[in-house]
């Protein structure tokens, strides 16, 4: 028995009875979804998976519904949703729709009261303890009555904003850590506590590479233009500053070995010409997709080669490692993708790109458990 408002209403155990009891009371809500879409989701969804990357754009408030009913009578308990959104605003037909369905999901005592959307925003609209704390004691600002989580509750001019907020979170080393509630948020998303949350598709990408989500969970991504549950798009990015700080990193970690240091260098000047000559390429409109993969085929190739000079002496340094693993990480995929520079967005003044490849057969580790 569970109570919704004052009337005490008996349902089955069932996933399938979770989901209709929610649908009519999202639909008494005023939020337009189809029960007949739900039912057909159970079919065709594995409800166990680790994740299960929904691409489809559209029926997104039904795959809520479908992806909680099938947890909500699990041992393993509910996962968190994620809703990738292809908006930078967040419109009202969302969060009213979500707001609704989290409602319905805590009146048959199925999630708890903490149960609502979270939105995960830019960090710079988050106020970053430390850097508050330093402001007020160098009297660059006055001090709240109440510290804010996000700087939008804030009346403030946007140049006091931007000597506060989260630039850069360093949560293994700040000492401010255990009182930051900026910090408190990102641990709740990462563990799941947060169990509907919502992304850009670009946000979504960073707090991915940043191992910010949590390790089980359901994506409903909006960008991707594919309806069927098959091989997904990845999205990589690479920036040539990343490659010259790898060439940069790996000469100095050789010290004073005279003979690797200059057996690297070949190496890693190779990589600086040629990460200028790709970026040079990918600026200009009219490059060829097979000249781009010659030049990443050669530049990768380098990557390789001070690896293999170096054998495992460089893995020691956090900095090098991540670059390096994001690095032929990107580049194998690419090259091993049928035309990988399709659709690339760049940015010129950055000089990086993004591309979204199909996932291939070896990646699927990365999605389902």
């Known amino acids: 028995m569970v109570s919704i408002g004052r009337k005490k209403t008996e349902i089955a155990s069932t996933p399938e009875s979770v989901a209709a009891t929610v649908?009519?009371?999202v639909l008494n809500e005023g939020v337009d979804v189809c029960e007949s879409t739900v039912k057909k989701l159970f079919a065709d969804t594995a409800p166990?998976?680790?994740?299960?990357?929904?691409?489809?754009?559209?029926?997104?408030?039904?795959?809520v519904i479908s992806a909680l009913s099938q947890d909500s009578c699990d041992v393993g308990g509910i996962r968190p949703v994620i809703i990738v959104t292809d908006s930078e605003k967040y419109n009202c037909e969302l969060k009213k729709g979500?707001?609704?369905?989290?409602?319905?999901?805590?009146?048959?005592?199925?999630?708890?009261?903490?149960?609502y959307p979270v939105i995960r925003n830019d960090d710079k609209c988050y106020l970053c303890t430390k850097r508050y704390k330093n402001a007020v004691a160098n009297k660059g600002i006055r001090k709240f009555?109440?510290?804010?989580?996000?700087?939008s509750e804030c009346d403030l001019p946007k140049k006091i904003l931007r000597k506060i907020c989260v630039t850069?979170?360093?949560?293994?080393?700040?000492?401010?850590?255990?009182?930051?509630?900026?910090?408190?948020l990102i641990?709740?998303?990462?563990?799941?506590?947060?169990?509907l949350q919502v992304y850009t598709q670009k946000k979504y990408d960073e707090a991915k590479g940043a191992g910010e989500l949590p390790t089980r969970c359901v994506v409903i991504g909006a960008l991707a233009p594919v309806v069927n549950i098959g091989p997904q798009l990845l999205s990589f990015s690479l920036s040539e500053k990343e490659l010259l700080e790898y060439a940069l990193c790996s000469v100095?970690?050789?010290?004073?070995?005279a003979t690797m240091k200059r057996r690297v260098a070949r190496h890693t000047k190779r990589i600086e010409r040629l990460a200028k000559h790709f970026y040079n390429k990918v600026s200009s409109t009219n490059t060829e997709s097979e000249l781009l993969v010659g030049l990443m085929a050669d530049m990768l190739k380098h990557v390789l080669a001070v690896k293999s000079i170096s054998g495992c002496e460089f893995d020691s340094s956090k900095r090098w490692l991540r670059l390096y693993r994001k690095i032929t990480r990107t580049m194998d995929h690419l090259l091993k993708a049928k035309d990988p520079f399709e659709?690339?967005?760049?940015?010129?003044?950055?000089?990086?790109?993004t591309v979204r490849v199909r996932e291939s057969d070896d990646s699927a580790s990365e999605f389902t458990a």
């Open 145 to 151: 009555a109440k510290e804010p989580l996000t700087l």
């Open 252 to 257: 100095r970690l050789c010290g004073r070995d």
């Open 343 to 353: 659709g690339m967005d760049t940015d010129n003044t950055m000089r990086a790109f």
């Open 98 to 115: 979500l707001s609704a369905i989290a409602g319905a999901m805590q009146h048959l005592n199925i999630a708890s009261d903490s149960f």
């Open 48 to 63: 166990r998976q680790r994740h299960i990357v929904l691409l489809d754009p559209v029926n997104v408030f039904e795959k």
């Open 187 to 195: 641990r709740s998303l990462r563990n799941g506590t947060k169990k």
């Open 168 to 184: 850069k979170c360093s949560m293994k080393t700040c000492s401010l850590v255990s009182i930051c509630d900026y910090a408190r």
């Open 23 to 25: 649908v009519k009371m």
